[in-house]
């Protein structure tokens, strides 16, 4: 899960969990963690290198967040997101991120896009899920240069906000029969923001985020675990 042997910053008041609390949200928003996992305290100091308390303080700001939930007897993990919340995560998604899409479209520089298109030539070099270690972190990287090129300090924090929630299910798009599927819409949104199309860049992802909201779906029904909360 994300990066390893972190040192917590300190501050005069003691270790702060600023650290861990960006490295934990990031790792949700990759989908480095599965539906259902528990954020184990002892484990996580030990990933992070440093002591139980940035690493409490950071889990509790991301329960507050509605990222992770806190049990009783159990702590925090990873919730299991029922039908209902991830067709109504699609919904939001599918309005939010693509307006941030269509103003990107006029926005967006040059060197966005060279970054777009090399993040996406990594993506299609991938053919198997054993290389398939990062596909998920570049996809990442790939929406969120499109979202942040649209020039709205607002916008980007309310899909990141989103992402914590959906995150975990894009391991749904990891297996040898998902692997490669939306990369034929990053192509989409690519023409679209070269052409300064907004209305394009917005369709077209739209259209991901309802194919990926499909696979989402599946693979929660497919869930013994989960099928309490579909």
């Given at each position: 899960?994300?990066?390893?042997?972190?040192?917590?910053?300190?501050?005069?008041?003691?270790?702060?969990?600023?650290?861990?609390?960006?490295?934990?949200?990031?790792?949700?928003?990759?989908?480095?963690?599965?539906?259902?996992?528990?954020?184990?305290?002892?484990?996580?100091?030990?990933?992070?290198?440093?002591?139980?308390?940035?690493?409490?303080?950071?889990?509790?700001?991301?329960?507050?967040?509605?990222?992770?939930?806190?049990?009783?007897?159990?702590?925090?993990?990873?919730?299991?997101?029922?039908?209902?919340?991830?067709?109504?995560?699609?919904?939001?998604?599918?309005?939010?991120?693509?307006?941030?899409?269509?103003?990107?479209?006029g926005t967006v520089t040059g060197a966005e896009l060279e970054r777009l298109h090399a993040l996406q030539a990594r993506m299609m070099a991938v053919r198997t899920t054993g290389q398939a270690e990062h596909y998920l972190?570049?996809?990442?990287?790939f929406h969120f240069t499109v979202y942040r090129a649209a020039r709205s300090p607002l916008l980007a924090p309310m899909i990141e906000r989103l992402w914590l929630r959906a995150g975990p299910y894009l391991n749904a798009?990891?297996?040898?029969?998902?692997?490669?599927?939306?990369?034929?819409?990053?192509?989409?949104?690519?023409?679209?923001?070269?052409?300064?199309?907004?209305?394009?860049?917005?369709?077209?992802?739209?259209?991901?985020?309802?194919?990926?909201?499909?696979?989402?779906?599946?693979?929660?029904?497919?869930?013994?675990?989960?099928?309490?909360?579909?």
């Open positions: 899960m994300a990066e390893r042997g972190m040192a917590a910053e300190t501050t005069p008041e003691g270790p702060s969990h600023e650290p861990v609390y960006r490295a934990l949200r990031e790792a949700l928003m990759r989908g480095d963690v599965q539906p259902g996992e528990r954020m184990v305290v002892r484990r996580l100091s030990e990933e992070y290198g440093t002591s139980s308390l940035p690493v409490r303080h950071a889990l509790q700001r991301l329960v507050g967040e509605g990222a992770l939930s806190d049990e009783p007897y159990r702590g925090a993990r990873v919730p299991i997101r029922s039908v209902d919340e991830l067709l109504d995560l699609r919904r939001v998604r599918s309005a939010i991120e693509g307006q941030a899409a269509a103003w990107a479209a972190d570049w996809n990442y990287q798009m990891r297996t040898e029969l998902t692997l490669g599927i939306g990369l034929e819409t990053h192509d989409m949104v690519l023409d679209a923001l070269a052409r300064g199309d907004g209305e394009a860049a917005r369709r077209a992802v739209e259209t991901e985020i309802s194919e990926a909201a499909g696979f989402m779906v599946r693979s929660l029904l497919a869930s013994p675990e989960s099928r309490g909360a579909a």
